[in-house]
Nanobody, 122 residues
C-alpha cells in the first residue's frame, strides 16, 4: 500500500488543520495507521495511532486533547485533526502503517508516505 499525506499548511497559533493520509494500491483497513512528525534537527516522533477498525486510538502526551485521529475505511483514508496549534507543532507530518497492534515506535511502521509540512506561526 502506498500512502500520501496532505492537508498541511501555514496557520497561526491557536488555529486548526486536518491532515489526510490517503492510501492506494491496497486496503488501509488492513493496517494500524500512525501519524508521526519530524521537526528540523530532531528525530521523528510519534503523534497518534489508530487501530484497524478505528475503535482504539492513542496519542502522544504533547498532542493529547488537541488532536483527533480518525479513519474512513470506505475512503481508504485516515485523518488527523489538530486544534489549538502551537508553534512547537511545526514539523513535517508523516503517516505510516503496521500490522496488528498500535505502536509509538517509528521503526515498527512501514510504507512511509511523503510528508506534509505544518507551520504554526506565533
Amino acid at each position: 500500500v502506498q500512502l500520501q499525506a496532505s492537508g498541511g499548511g501555514l496557520v497561526q497559533a491557536g488555529g486548526s488543520l486536518r491532515l489526510s493520509c490517503a492510501a492506494s494500491g491496497g486496503t488501509l483497513s488492513s493496517y494500524v495507521v500512525g501519524w508521526f512528525r519530524q521537526a528540523p534537527g530532531k528525530e521523528r516522533e510519534f503523534v497518534a495511532a489508530i487501530s484497524r477498525g478505528g475503535q482504539t486510538t492513542y496519542y502522544a502526551a504533547s498532542v493529547r486533547g488537541r488532536c483527533t485521529i480518525s479513519r474512513d475505511n470506505a475512503k481508504n483514508t485516515v485523518y488527523l485533526t489538530m486544534n489549538s496549534l502551537k508553534p512547537e507543532d511545526t514539523a513535517v507530518y508523516y503517516c505510516a502503517v503496521r500490522i496488528l497492534t498500535l505502536s509509538t515506535v517509528p521503526a515498527t511502521y512501514e510504507n512511509w508516505g511523503q510528508g506534509t509540512q505544518v507551520t504554526v506561526s506565533s
